[in-house]
């Protein structure tokens, strides 16, 4: 009984595998330059198309001449582009909390 079991098993098991690496050869294998070639072709074709549409696009040259007016936007600056804010560290102060520290590394309180 415990024979016929493990034989199920490992048929179904052994099945399994099959159709896993069957699935994952086509996966893992290398593209195809010229295949990659033409996706990237078609991707910069389509951004170039959506910029040039944007360009062209009465609708949003209009909005954004509303929102250079609402946000007082001065000539030449490119609204459609994200500035990156710039932050500097503040200068912290240390705090006398009355403790000092030994030379064997144990605080005591001087009050």
Not at 4 to 31: D, E, I, M, P, Y
Not at 64 to 71: A, P, T
């Amino acid at each position: 009984m415990l024979a016929s079991r493990l034989a199920a098993v490992g048929r179904t098991v052994q099945l399994q595998v099959r159709r896993n690496f069957g699935a994952s050869a086509v996966v893992l294998q290398k593209v195809d330059p010229i295949q990659q070639l033409f996706l990237d072709k078609i991707k910069e074709y389509r951004q170039k198309d959506i910029q040039k549409e944007a360009a062209t696009d009465p609708d949003m040259l209009n909005e954004l001449e509303r929102l250079k007016g609402m946000y007082k936007v001065k000539a030449g600056e490119d609204m459609t582009t994200l500035t990156v804010p710039s932050y500097q560290d503040i200068a912290v102060e240390n705090i006398d909390l009355g403790l000092t520290t030994t030379s064997d590394g144990v605080e005591v309180t001087t009050e």
